[in-house]
């Protein structure tokens, strides 16, 4: 195996342990009557990743070189 394929299994794995503390909260949070705090939380994240996403497309209109 090549270092770029390991490189791309090695961000897979970061992905899948970030999603799966993401959905232990969202557990801990839902099974202890807490869904209210984690319907606030999910909103406040869907805000955030919205901004950054209209930023990413921006910043990706404005470069000068085409990607890859």
């Given at each position: 195996?090549?270092?770029g394929a390991?490189?791309?299994g090695f961000c ?7 999603f799966?503390?993401l ?9 202890f009557?807490?869904a209210?705090l ?5 909103k ?5 990743f919205?901004?950054?996403l ?10 000068y070189?085409?990607?890859?």
């Amino acid at each position: 195996m090549s270092w770029g394929a390991w490189d791309v299994g090695f961000c897979m794995f970061g992905w899948a342990v970030t999603f799966l503390v993401l959905s232990i909260v969202a557990a801990y949070l839902g099974f202890f009557g807490l869904a209210g705090l984690a319907a606030v939380l999910v909103k406040l994240l869907f805000v955030v990743f919205l901004m950054l996403l209209a930023g990413s497309g921006l910043l990706g209109l404005i470069r000068y070189e085409p990607p890859v």
